[in-house]
């Protein structure tokens, strides 16, 4: 069991990593649009992706287990709906911010 979901970065040259939590994926929806409202590091790709790591292990920071980072989707719960952050459709209109799409079915 668990509560399993990615977040899915999308960098501007089309790279891409995943964030995955096992047990606080219900929780992901929440810590995105949260650091998307108060992090100044949106616009820079790699700073953003350490905030929200960053914010889903904040309470569990010596844990070995219940989270991790991948060039590929670990695991996820049908219940869930992965998180996409896409910086490849970012631009000057937007202020640099990615799109974020909540309900992201992967490729």
């Known amino acids: 069991m668990g509560d399993r979901n990615n977040i899915k970065i999308t ?14 994926g219900s929780e992901l929806r929440e810590i995105v649009a949260d650091a998307l409202e108060t992090s100044g590091r949106v616009t820079d ?8 790591f960053s914010r889903m292990i904040a309470h569990e920071l010596h844990q070995e287990t219940g ?12 219940s ?13 209109l937007t202020g640099w911010v990615p799109q974020v799409d909540y309900r992201y079915e992967g490729e």
């Not at 869930?80 to 000057?92: F, G, L, P, Q, S």
């Open 11 to 24: 960098y501007s040259n089309g790279q891409g990593v995943y964030l995955y939590s096992h047990w606080g």
């Open 45 to 52: 790709e790699s700073y953003f992706a350490r905030v929200l």
């Open 67 to 78: 989270y991790g980072i991948a060039p590929y989707v670990v695991d996820q719960d049908a």
């Open 80 to 92: 869930n709906k992965m998180i996409h952050v896409d910086y490849t459709k970012a631009e000057a």
